[in-house]
C-alpha cells in the first residue's frame, strides 16, 4: 500500500476514465471492491434489493482483488468509489495527495477474520498458538495488523512466540491452509464455514470479537468528487443505510437468498451461517456514520503493529457530513 502513490503516477499518465457518468436517467457510480464477500453482505443487498435504483443510480461494480490495486483504481479515476480498508486512505496520506482519499462511510465496523485450527480444540486456549504454525494476511493489511493486535493482547508475540507465514497472497491463503500448510489460519466468511463443511479445518475464535468496533471496511473517495458531486454521494450513502437496515433487521436467510447471485460457487446456506455469525458478532455497521472512537482504535491497532506512518487526525480523513444528511 505504501506504494500506492508511485503506481497511481504511472497508470494516470495512461489510464483516465470520466467518473459519475449518466446513464438515461440514472448516475452511474463506478464502485471498486477490494475482494468479493460476504462481509460486504448490506452493500449488496441495498444494489439486489433495488435501493440503488430508487435513488436513480446504477452501480457499476467491479472486484480489483487487493487493496494496492483498489486504491489506485480510485486515484487513478478508474473509479467514483473505493470499498476497501479504512487504513489505506491513511497510508494515501503520508505521500501528501493533492487530492486525498477520504473515508465517507462505513460498510463494516470489526474485523471479519476467524481463527480457523485443523482440530475442534474444547476449551480452546490464545496459548495454543505458542510454537505453532500461524499462516497469516498481508502484512500492513487490516486483517494481519488486527490479528498481531489481538495475539499481544494475549501475551503472545507474532513474530517470537510462534511462526507467521505472511508470503502467501490473499486469494491463496485458503489453498494452501487446505493442502497442508500451518497449524491456524485467518479466513473470512464463507471460507470459514465452507472448511469446516468440508473437515478441512474448525473455526475456534473471532478476531472481530477479540478487537473491538473499527472502521473496518469504508466506502472512499476522492476529495474533489466529494466536493463536485455532494448530493450524488448523499443519495449513494442513503441506498447504503437501506441496506444496512434491511440487513438489520431481515433473518440470515432472506439476506442469503437476496445476495446469492453474487456468490454463484457458494451454496445459500453457507452463505446464511456466515451471515449469522457476522451478525452476532456486529460485524455490519448500523448506520454509514464513522465514529470518532472506533477511528482511533484504528490508529492503535495501526500503531502497535509498527505500521502507522504518522497522526491521521479523524477530522481530516473521515467527511461525517455525507453519512449523517443520509439518515434524514
Given amino acids: 500500500m505504501k ?11 495512461t ?62 479515476n478508474g473509479a467514483d468509489v473505493a470499498l476497501v480498508g479504512s487504513e489505506t486512505t491513511i ?15 462505513a460498510l463494516t465496523q470489526t ?45 503472545i508475540d507474532p513474530y517470537t512466540d510462534l511462526t507467521l507465514l505472511q ?23 464463507p471460507q470459514a464455514t465452507l472448511f469446516e463443511q468440508e473437515g478441512l479445518g474448525t473455526i475456534v475464535a473471532s478476531f472481530g470479537e477479540e478487537s473491538g468496533f473499527v472502521p473496518y471496511t469504508s466506502f472512499i473517495a476522492k476529495q474533489s468528487r466529494l466536493n463536485k458531486h455532494h448530493d450524488l454521494y448523499v443519495r449513494f450513502t442513503r441506498a447504503l443505510y437501506q441496506g444496512q437496515k434491511f440487513v438489520q433487521q431481515e433473518e440470515a436467510t432472506t439476506i442469503a437468498q437476496l445476495i446469492a447471485p453474487f456468490f454463484d460457487d457458494t451454496p445459500t446456506d453457507v452463505l446464511a451461517r456466515a451471515i449469522t455469525r457476522y451478525k452476532q458478532q456486529d460485524s455490519y455497521a448500523e448506520t454509514p456514520v464513522i465514529t470518532e472512537d472506533a477511528w482511533q482504535r484504528l490508529l492503535n491497532i495501526m500503531d502497535k503493529a509498527g505500521e502507522l506512518p504518522e497522526d491521521a487526525p479523524f477530522m481530516q480523513l473521515v467527511e461525517e457530513a455525507i453519512a449523517k444528511e443520509s439518515l434524514n
Fill in 111 to 155: 474485523d471479519g477474520t476467524f481463527l480457523v485450527a485443523r482440530h475442534a480444540q474444547k476449551p480452546f486456549s490464545w496459548d495454543h498458538l505458542k510454537n505453532s504454525t500461524f499462516l497469516g494476511q498481508r502484512k500492513g493489511g487490516m486483517p494481519q495488523m488486527v490479528g498481531e493486535y489481538v495475539l499481544k493482547q494475549h501475551d
Fill in 167 to 189: 508470503h502467501i497472497d490473499f486469494s491463496n491463503i485458503a489453498s494452501a491452509y487446505a493442502s497442508g500448510t500451518g497449524d491456524y489460519v485467518q479466513l473470512f466468511e
Fill in 3 to 13: 506504494r500506492i502513490l508511485t503506481i497511481f503516477f504511472l497508470v494516470t499518465s
Fill in 15 to 76: 489510464f483516465f476514465m470520466t467518473s459519475c457518468q449518466k446513464t438515461s436517467d440514472q448516475d452511474v457510480i463506478r464502485v471498486a471492491e477490494v475482494t468479493r464477500s460476504v462481509f460486504y453482505a448490506p452493500f449488496y443487498t441495498a444494489i439486489a434489493a433495488n435501493f440503488f435504483a430508487e435513488e436513480n443510480i446504477d452501480i457499476s461494480l467491479t472486484t480489483t482483488w487487493g487493496g494496492d490495486k483498489t486504491m489506485t483504481t480510485l486515484l487513478s
Fill in 91 to 105: 497510508y494515501v496520506k503520508n505521500q501528501s495527495p493533492i487530492d486525498p482519499a477520504i473515508n465517507f462511510a
